[in-house]
């Protein structure tokens, strides 16, 4: 099992930046990929970015492209995600998620994935 804790959200003024962190712990029985979803009021989850086990693949949602970076640190167990130019827009809560499987499913069946945190809130406001 693993579990996952997300930390760094809060408010933020448009065109701002916000990192938010994830922490995994537990024993996984396998590596895994990690990434990043969000949901915002009234509005189906969205994917925002994931990143494999070593880093070579990384893939982000379309309204996230050239803002938002997600990076992994393997030795800490932790992926982050830098959030520039923030919009209005990109309030919601933020969710992270872990699974063996990387990439695909992580746009076309998000359900599937074996692990997520509790979510941490970003809000984006002036």
């Known amino acids: 099992q693993v579990q996952l804790k997300e930390s760094g959200g809060g408010l933020a003024q448009p065109g701002g930046s916000l990192r938010l962190s994830c922490a995994a712990s537990g024993r996984p029985s396998s590596n895994y990929a990690m990434g990043w979803f969000r949901q915002a009021p009234g509005k189906e989850r969205e994917f925002v970015a994931v990143?494999?086990?070593?880093?070579?693949?990384?893939y982000y949602g379309d309204s996230v492209k050239g803002r938002f970076t997600i990076s992994r640190d393997n030795t800490k167990n932790t992926v982050l995600l830098e959030m520039n130019s923030l919009k209005v827009e990109d309030t919601a809560v933020y969710y992270c998620?872990?699974?063996?499987?990387?990439?695909?499913?992580?746009?076309?069946?998000?359900?599937?994935?074996?692990?997520w945190g509790q979510g941490t809130q970003v809000t984006v406001s002036s």
């Open positions: 990143i494999s086990w070593t880093s070579l693949s990384i």
């Open positions: 998620a872990a699974d063996p499987a990387c990439c695909g499913t992580w746009i076309t069946e998000p359900s599937s994935l074996n692990f």
